[in-house]
């Protein structure tokens, strides 16, 4: 009968002035107790002439040669996206298996950055955003029995390659900080890293870490093998000084691949190998060495891959593997998933075997998985059955039936309803869940039951943008998004952004635009009122990262109108411009248009009544006419008015 909650809020916010972005990254927790964790706040400005960006406050050094800490300090570094073809990192595919109903938590050094409920089962995270570029994800289950079982996962950043001439650098400075523990050593410490293009697809790289407990230099190789992908190795050489006068020194080499072979569709998006000597220590190792006891556990060698392959249509298979050995002790961490994954017709289906393995483990975890899915087209639109079984070292085999799908006129509502079977076909647990992704947030909620227990979940994310004009509520935003004012219109949508209308004042936020490139926010015109016409219905822009840009769309409400004009028994000169005249002090926006052969004018945004003005060029004079008018009061069903008027 125990009652037990959690609840997670994570907030990032941030404040625009000029070039200057104000960033801060939050979190509250409710666990038995309360608990609330200010991350990250910073200040930052890109360097337009350098590709740079300048940052001070709290962030974290880049991750392509040195594994990547967090520090409070200062730092400028080249910014990729700011070059035409740049290379986007990546975010870590996290697999695991849940036996109940479990909350997952990732954490990446001691803060937590995702969390979510799971199905018992084969899970797979995809939507991680990782703080740093490098390091390693702690990932908890929490089973609804209250055990606890934890593995890590690999997240490193793949070989930069860089053409001939090209630099690429970063310089941070500051205080040491990580969150996971308050007796670690804080050094002030500064980092710097350089690239450079050399001739013949060669990219030369290195870097220097100094702080009084610690120094550290790197150097390292990139070739561009060209049909055979790119290959990376670097060692480094660190020195540290242990509590009580003592001292270690060592060395760390490391190599890294990856390809994607087109001719056999085979993808390496990630191979690396690491070796270091017993007297190496990592930075961030270094810094948690308190005491003779801590000086065991540092890290000894470390593998990792990421392979896919392609077998024409009949599917792919999926490889991952993690192995981290530890110096002094019979510490190890390991993790494997293989996988194939097939589609035929609308029907997809898939095999997957897992294995993590950690000290923290009373032992390691084995589970096959099956899944097949089958759209219900025909009986229910948009959406499928599903069927998967579970069957894992621990001698419990479990089976899971589900319907999901998506409803509403946009799709924008998902459900999930799963029933949960034992190897005897006995109940064991059930769940179902709603999702609805709205113009202003997304709402979800989920309800869960074992034979231990009852969970009840439920999350709201979404964002809030106080601007010039109000405020208004959005999806979730990243980090460079766009407002859109369409005035006084609501529920016009946006062609850019998923499921995005204007709010009751006509606004909406398109969440997230590509910085430094150029990027298209249209607006979907067959959701414009009647009575309502935009003069360009598609903007254009190149944001800065971190910026709001305002995409103000004018509008002219009023009647849709063809007049028929008539002018001194014929009709005003082909070609002659015509727009509602407009009285004085009046601010409404008009639109114009131009006379036909035969006095045919189109107008949008046309008052119930008023006065047309006609100008045209005669003979080098500007002439002119005016054609009064009342609409009547019938409009029919046709949304353009047709108007006879006589021009005077």
Same mark, same amino acid.
């Given at each position: 009968?125990?009652?037990?909650?959690?609840?997670?809020?994570?907030?990032?916010?941030?404040?625009?002035?000029?070039?200057?972005?104000?960033?801060?990254?939050?979190?509250?927790?409710?666990?038995?107790?309360?608990?609330?964790?200010?991350?990250?706040?910073?200040?930052?400005?890109?360097?337009?002439?350098?590709?740079?960006?300048?940052?001070?406050?709290?962030?974290?050094?880049?991750?392509?040669?040195?594994?990547?800490?967090?520090?409070?300090?200062?730092?400028?570094?080249?910014?990729?996206?700011?070059?035409?073809?740049?290379?986007?990192?990546?975010?870590?595919?996290?697999?695991?298996?849940?036996?109940?109903?479990?909350?997952?938590?990732?954490?990446?050094?001691?803060?937590?950055?995702?969390?979510?409920?799971?199905?018992?089962?084969?899970?797979?995270?995809?939507?991680?955003?990782?703080?740093?570029?490098?390091?390693?994800?702690?990932?908890?289950?929490?089973?609804?029995?209250?055990?606890?079982?934890?593995?890590?996962?690999?997240?490193?950043?793949?070989?930069?390659?860089?053409?001939?001439?090209?630099?690429?650098?970063?310089?941070?400075?500051?205080?040491?900080?990580?969150?996971?523990?308050?007796?670690?050593?804080?050094?002030?410490?500064?980092?710097?890293?350089?690239?450079?293009?050399?001739?013949?697809?060669?990219?030369?790289?290195?870097?220097?870490?100094?702080?009084?407990?610690?120094?550290?230099?790197?150097?390292?190789?990139?070739?561009?093998?060209?049909?055979?992908?790119?290959?990376?190795?670097?060692?480094?050489?660190?020195?540290?000084?242990?509590?009580?006068?003592?001292?270690?020194?060592?060395?760390?080499?490391?190599?890294?691949?990856?390809?994607?072979?087109?001719?056999?569709?085979?993808?390496?998006?990630?191979?690396?190998?690491?070796?270091?000597?017993?007297?190496?220590?990592?930075?961030?190792?270094?810094?948690?060495?308190?005491?003779?006891?801590?000086?065991?556990?540092?890290?000894?060698?470390?593998?990792?891959?990421?392979?896919?392959?392609?077998?024409?249509?009949?599917?792919?298979?999926?490889?991952?593997?993690?192995?981290?050995?530890?110096?002094?002790?019979?510490?190890?961490?390991?993790?494997?998933?293989?996988?194939?994954?097939?589609?035929?017709?609308?029907?997809?289906?898939?095999?997957?075997?897992?294995?993590?393995?950690?000290?923290?483990?009373?032992?390691?975890?084995?589970?096959?998985?099956?899944?097949?899915?089958?759209?219900?087209?025909?009986?229910?639109?948009?959406?499928?059955?599903?069927?998967?079984?579970?069957?894992?070292?621990?001698?419990?085999?479990?089976?899971?039936?589900?319907?999901?799908?998506?409803?509403?006129?946009?799709?924008?509502?998902?459900?999930?309803?799963?029933?949960?079977?034992?190897?005897?076909?006995?109940?064991?647990?059930?769940?179902?869940?709603?999702?609805?992704?709205?113009?202003?947030?997304?709402?979800?909620?989920?309800?869960?039951?074992?034979?231990?227990? $009852?969970?009840?979940?439920? /999350?709201?994310? =979404?964002? @809030?943008?106080? %601007? !010039?004009? +109000?405020?208004?509520?959005?999806?979730?935003?990243?980090?460079?998004?766009?407002?859109?004012?369409?005035?006084?219109?609501?529920?016009?949508?946006?062609?850019?952004?998923?499921?995005?209308?204007?709010?009751?004042?006509?606004?909406?936020?398109?969440?997230?635009?590509?910085?430094?490139?150029?990027?298209?926010?249209?607006?979907?015109?067959?959701?414009?009122?009647?009575?309502?016409?935009?003069?360009?219905?598609?903007?254009?822009?190149?944001?800065?990262?971190?910026?709001?840009?305002?995409?103000?769309?004018?509008?002219?409400?009023?009647?849709?109108?063809?007049?028929?004009?008539?002018?001194?028994? $014929?009709?005003?000169?082909? /070609?002659?411009? =015509?727009? @509602?005249?407009? %009285? !004085?002090? +009046?601010?409404?926006?008009?639109?114009?248009?131009?006379?036909?052969?035969?006095?045919?004018?189109?107008?949008?945004?046309?008052?119930?009544?008023?006065?047309?003005?006609?100008?045209?060029?005669?003979?080098?004079?500007?002439?002119?006419?005016?054609?009064?008018?009342?609409?009547?009061?019938?409009?029919?069903?046709?949304?353009?008015?047709?108007?006879?008027?006589?021009?005077?």
């Amino acid at each position: 009968n125990d009652r037990w909650n959690s609840t997670l809020l994570s907030l990032r916010s941030g404040a625009n002035l000029g070039a200057w972005r104000l960033r801060n990254t939050s979190s509250w927790r409710y666990d038995l107790v309360s608990h609330w964790q200010s991350q990250t706040t910073w200040l930052e400005r890109d360097l337009k002439t350098l590709k740079s960006q300048f940052r001070v406050g709290d962030t974290y050094t880049s991750g392509d040669v040195f594994d990547s800490v967090q520090f409070r300090g200062v730092q400028m570094m080249s910014d990729d996206t700011m070059l035409p073809e740049s290379q986007r990192g990546f975010a870590p595919v996290i697999h695991g298996i849940a036996h109940s109903n479990a909350r997952v938590t990732v954490s990446q050094q001691g803060y937590v950055i995702y969390e979510t409920v799971v199905a018992p089962g084969a899970f797979e995270i995809k939507d991680l955003y990782p703080t740093a570029q490098s390091g390693d994800l702690d990932i908890t289950i929490h089973e609804s029995d209250g055990s606890v079982r934890t593995f890590t996962q690999p997240y490193s950043a793949v070989p930069y390659m860089l053409r001939q001439g090209h630099l690429k650098y970063s310089v941070s400075g500051g205080r040491y900080h990580y969150s996971g523990s308050h007796n670690l050593r804080s050094p002030e410490f500064v980092q710097s890293t350089l690239f450079y293009g050399l001739p013949h697809d060669f990219t030369a790289f290195g870097g220097v870490q100094l702080a009084q407990n610690y120094h550290a230099v790197a150097a390292g190789l990139g070739k561009s093998l060209d049909d055979f992908g790119s290959l990376g190795m670097d060692v480094t050489f660190a020195s540290t000084r242990l509590p009580q006068g003592l001292s270690r020194s060592g060395q760390s080499v490391r190599a890294q691949y990856q390809k994607n072979f087109a001719s056999t569709n085979t993808t390496f998006s990630m191979a690396s190998y690491r070796y270091s000597s017993s007297g190496f220590y990592a930075f961030s190792e270094a810094n948690a060495l308190t005491s003779p006891a801590s000086f065991v556990d540092n890290k000894r060698s470390r593998s990792e891959i990421a392979v896919s392959q392609g077998i024409g249509d009949a599917g792919s298979l999926s490889a991952s593997a993690y192995m981290q050995r530890y110096w002094r002790s019979n510490r190890n961490d390991r993790t494997l998933h293989l996988g194939f994954y097939s589609n035929y017709k609308a029907i997809s289906w898939g095999v997957a075997w897992f294995y993590t393995d950690s000290t923290q483990a009373r032992k390691a975890d084995r589970a096959i998985s099956f899944n097949i899915s089958v759209p219900l087209s025909a009986l229910l639109p948009d959406s499928s059955v599903s069927y998967s079984m579970n069957a894992s070292n621990r001698g419990d085999v479990s089976q899971q039936v589900g319907l999901s799908g998506s409803a509403l006129q946009n799709n924008n509502l998902h459900y999930t309803l799963q029933q949960g079977l034992d190897s005897q076909g006995q109940n064991v647990n059930s769940s179902g869940s709603l999702d609805y992704r709205g113009s202003q947030a997304s709402v979800s909620a989920g309800v869960g039951h074992d034979r231990h227990s $009852t969970q009840y979940s439920y /999350g709201l994310s =979404g964002g @809030i943008v106080a %601007h !010039a004009h +109000g405020v208004t509520l959005s999806q979730p935003l990243g980090d460079t998004f766009a407002i859109v004012r369409v005035p006084d219109t609501a529920n016009v949508g946006i062609q850019s952004g998923s499921n995005v209308f204007t709010d009751g004042r006509g606004y909406a936020i398109v969440p997230s635009l590509s910085p430094y490139h150029e990027n298209a926010i249209e607006l979907e015109t067959e959701t414009l009122p009647d009575n309502v016409d935009v003069e360009l219905d598609v903007q254009t822009t190149i944001p800065t990262r971190g910026a709001i840009v305002l995409a103000d769309y004018a509008t002219h409400v009023g009647n849709r109108v063809l007049f028929t004009l008539t002018w001194q028994h $014929t009709f005003p000169p082909f /070609g002659a411009t =015509g727009q @509602i005249a407009i %009285h !004085a002090g +009046g601010n409404q926006s008009r639109t114009s248009g131009i006379v036909a052969e035969k006095g045919e004018l189109y107008l949008s945004g046309v008052p119930a009544q008023g006065t047309v003005e006609v100008k045209w060029q005669e003979e080098g004079k500007q002439k002119s006419c005016r054609a009064p008018f009342r609409l009547s009061d019938a409009s029919g069903t046709n949304p353009v008015r047709l108007v006879s008027a006589v021009c005077q």
